[in-house]
């Protein structure tokens, strides 16, 4: 199984600013990797597949990038609405599909 | 618009069985593999089955191996998932997701169910 470990688990920081949020693989994933967004009582949204490809509607300010085993997604400057919980997820290996733990985005 | 809706839950003892069900609109539900993935209260995703678009593949969790099954009706747009067995840390929010073409990724999303198990 593809443990997935994302860091850091919380994120401070103030609208504006820059995010990065890092996803690492236990063993390589080529570029078969998501990102995804959720709020608190809400379902996932799906932000980014295939390590880079932004999903229909994803604002720019969304990107993400890496292959192999380091992924990143980047959000260039913090909307009030990007505050969330983000997880990726791995289809390359599979079953099973696997998640990261998460990163909180949090308002500093 | 792309919709489903999860029904099923609810409070259940150890051991009993229950089934979800997730009801597809707004797109041609019998081309598409749909997940079941759940999330337990204040936890991560987890990946639970996946169920072909026209049912011949089936794939679960570890967690859940032999314990659920997934099943479709293509002429009622409807996805299930029976779960047998039940125990405490199948506790969660289920959610049934529609993959982004023919790849595993989860592009649509339910608003999920919440299933608990206690006595």
């Known amino acids: 199984e593809i443990v997935l470990t994302q860091s850091p688990a919380t994120l401070s920081l103030s609208p504006g600013e820059r995010a990065t949020l890092s996803c690492r693989a236990s063993q390589s994933v080529s570029n078969s990797l998501a990102w995804y967004q959720q709020k608190p009582g809400q379902a996932p949204r799906l932000l980014i597949y295939?390590?880079?490809n932004r999903a229909t509607g994803i604002p720019v300010r969304f990107s993400g990038s890496g292959s192999g085993t380091d992924f990143t997604l980047t959000i260039s400057s913090l909307e009030p609405e990007d505050f969330a919980v983000y997880y990726c997820?791995?289809?390359?290996?599979?079953?099973?599909?696997?998640f990261g733990g998460g990163t909180k985005v949090e308002i500093k | 618009q792309v919709q489903l809706v999860e029904s099923g839950g609810g409070v259940v003892q150890p051991g009993r069985s229950l089934r979800l069900s997730c009801a597809a609109s707004?797109?041609?539900?019998?081309?598409?593999?749909i997940h079941w993935v759940r999330q337990a209260p204040g936890k991560g995703l987890e990946w639970v089955s996946v169920?072909?678009?026209?049912?011949?593949?089936?794939y679960y969790g570890d967690s859940v191996k032999g314990r659920f099954t997934i099943s479709r009706d293509n002429s009622k747009n409807t996805l299930y998932l029976q779960m047998n067995s039940l125990k405490a840390e199948d506790t969660a929010v289920y959610y049934c997701?529609?993959?982004?073409?023919?790849?595993?990724?989860?592009?649509?999303w339910g608003q999920g169910t919440l299933v608990t198990v206690s006595s």
């Open positions: 295939d390590a880079s």
């Open positions: 707004g797109f041609t539900f019998s081309s598409y593999a």
């Open positions: 997701a529609k993959s982004l073409g023919g790849n595993y990724y989860f592009e649509n």
């Open positions: 997820q791995q289809r390359s290996n599979w079953p099973p599909l696997t």
């Open positions: 169920i072909s678009y026209d049912g011949s593949s089936k």
